[in-house]
């Protein structure tokens, strides 16, 4: 598999260059689910936040803390998810040890990483919800590394990377990934390369940990068939001696995204049957500009929608077989993507239309008031689905808690329904039409060989 690389001034492509080398978005949930929470903060910072809901005797008790992706410099790409798995490994300096003690619960656990949250959870049949919380308290409290567990834990980490490498779907979306991001890319790569990996060490793990897990840079979230009170009551038992720390980021902000002057193309020869193609973008920002995260969810409704107008434009009498787009909501700029399947014998004609429809994304050709309702109710009925699924729920909040906030969680439903079609395209304006993109193509050779063509021929009708 290779990669050619084009890069280029926002309306034209002009240099050739060889390279070497998704979130999916959470669903916010609805009133119901606010109806059902209930919050506090401990006196050291912890929050927890509590959804109870007894038609499942299920409970999951989770730790979310922020760190991730976005924390890292530039030498410490994939930090925050060798930490994640140190963590389980080191529990009690017995790396089955974490997973006896879940064992005993009839519980399942596990962890997870991402650009803005870490977290950690235990499932277990709700009379075992206690215990599971005591099980965190100690996961987190008494966190302690040593060389051997580097040593051990680094090889996993680095087999999954060479997994992900292996897949010519996961390398080129991290190819594009990487294109899009540009220098800012060790602020959105939650897994690392193999030479950051291996020069992790534990001193940067020790400062990981010292820094920012602390309860005041952290949420216990449970949900599931439990009361409120007795969670809230056992969360200052196991976790209200957690001393308190600094500001993770007072002393360390993150520094913004620096925003794309220019577009580029990311073309990946690989032997696949099919044409993959990805449009990806620089969104908004929830802290920068909130009213734009709602609008993009909402025209991505609208564009997924198997009945909409972009769909039967692009698909059904179009020459993709199929296209979806989607923005991830995250407070340090989140990505936009639209990914497209279509033919070889497709793929340039694709190409051109889904340009000139992203070029045209703020007209919204098509969409009408009536399409703008049905996503609303399909909203609705997706919420309402969700949280009959336990499991999911704990996830979602934590993801919402780091990424965004409970307020604009807890309005988020009652904003996506105010969204109007002036919205939408003050959105697509603002961050889609003519503005600076990643094309990403992933082809076998002759289809690679021929877009690249076409976009060189377009890079010099544009040159001046």
């Known amino acids: 598999m290779r990669t050619r690389a084009l890069s280029s001034p926002v309306t034209a492509v002009l240099a050739l260059a060889i390279a070497a080398g998704a979130p999916d978005r959470a669903l916010a949930q609805g009133s119901g689910l606010e109806r059902g929470m209930r919050r506090a903060t401990l006196e050291n910072g912890l929050q927890v936040i509590v959804v109870a809901n007894p038609t499942v005797p299920l409970a999951t008790a989770l730790i979310a803390v922020r760190n991730g992706a976005f924390t890292q410099d530039s030498a410490e790409a994939g930090l925050a998810h060798l930490y994640e798995h140190l963590l389980f490994r080191s529990f009690r300096g017995d790396p089955l040890a974490f997973a006896r003690e879940a064992a005993k619960l009839n519980g399942a656990y596990n962890g997870g990483t991402s650009e803005e949250v870490v977290t950690y959870y235990v499932m277990v049949p709700s009379q075992h919800i206690e215990s599971a919380i005591r099980l965190l308290a100690d996961l987190l409290r008494k966190a302690r590394f040593s060389n051997g567990d580097l040593r051990n834990e680094r090889p996993v980490v680095l087999d999954e990377l060479q997994r992900g490498e292996s897949d010519p779907q996961q390398d080129f979306q991290r190819r594009v990934e990487r294109m899009l991001w540009g220098p800012a890319w060790h602020r959105k790569d939650v897994s690392g390369d193999s030479t950051s990996i291996r ?266």
């Open 199 to 464: 020069a992790i060490s534990l001193e940067r793990l020790r400062a990981t940990y010292a820094r920012y897990y602390v309860p005041n840079n952290a949420a216990l979230i449970v949900t599931g068939d439990v009361t409120p009170e007795r969670i809230l009551q056992a969360a200052q038992r196991h976790f209200g001696e957690w001393q308190a720390g600094s500001d993770p980021f007072a002393d360390r902000p993150i520094p913004p995204i620096p925003a794309r002057a220019s577009s580029s193309a990311v073309l990946v020869v690989a032997d696949v049957p099919d044409v993959t193609m990805v449009v990806a973008l620089q969104g908004p920002s929830v802290g920068a500009d909130p009213d734009a995260t709602y609008a993009a969810d909402v025209l991505f409704d609208v564009f997924n929608d198997p009945a909409s107008a972009f769909q039967r434009r692009l698909v059904d009498a179009g020459p993709f077989r199929s296209i979806a787009g989607q923005y991830r909501t995250l407070d340090h700029t989140g990505p936009i993507e639209i990914r497209g399947s279509t033919t070889p014998q497709n793929a340039q004609r694709a190409l051109m239309v889904l340009l000139a429809e992203l070029d045209s994304l703020d007209r919204l050709d098509g969409v009408t008031d009536e399409d703008l309702e049905f996503a609303k109710k399909r909203r609705e009925v997706a919420a309402a689905l969700t949280l009959e699924r336990t499991a999911s729920v704990a996830p979602s909040v934590a993801y919402w808690w780091s990424a965004a906030g409970l307020d604009y969680y807890r309005t988020y439903h009652d904003r996506m329904a105010a969204q109007t079609a002036d919205d939408l395209r003050l959105f697509a304006r603002s961050y889609v039409v003519n503005h600076a993109r990643v094309i990403g193509v992933l082809g076998a050779p002759a289809v690679v060989d021929q877009l690249e063509a076409w976009l060189r021929q377009g890079a010099r009708r544009r040159s001046p």
